[in-house]
Nanobody, 115 residues
Framework: QVQVVESGGGLVQPGGSLRLSCAAS????????TAWYRQVSGKPRELVAF???????DYADFVKGRFIISRGNVRNTVYLQMNNLKPDDTAVYYC?????????WGQGTQVTVSS
């Protein structure tokens, strides 16, 4: 069994920053990829960024230059540093962990960007 838990969401003003955390625990040998997605109610979930086991990273165009995905010092932890946040970044952010052929999702954390 694998558990994925996100944290760090909240309310922030436009131009502000937040750091989301994703922690995976349980029966884990090797995580191949960790990704952040986001979803606005009524719209499809969209990929924000991902990091591979080899620390290759990639980002959606709408966050390039503003968000940074990285691995933490704690095993199986990944961060999403979000800078210069915009109202359009408001969404529930989900962490997805890939182990072999299995994908695991967290419960999501709400990010609201508003003045």
């Amino acid at each position: 069994q694998v558990q994925v838990v996100e944290s760090g969401g909240g309310l922030v003003q436009p131009g502000g920053s937040l750091r989301l955390s994703c922690a995976a625990s349980g029966s884990i040998l090797t995580i191949s990829t960790t990704a952040w997605y986001r979803q606005v109610s009524g719209k499809p979930r969209e990929l924000v960024a991902f990091i591979t086991r080899g620390r290759f990273t990639d980002y959606a165009d709408f966050v390039k230059g503003r968000f940074i995905i990285s691995r933490g010092n704690v095993r199986n932890t990944v961060y999403l540093q979000m800078n210069n946040l915009k109202p359009d970044d408001t969404a529930v952010y989900y962490c997805n962990v890939t182990l072999g052929r299995q994908n695991y999702w967290g419960q999501g954390t709400q990010v609201t960007v508003s003045s």
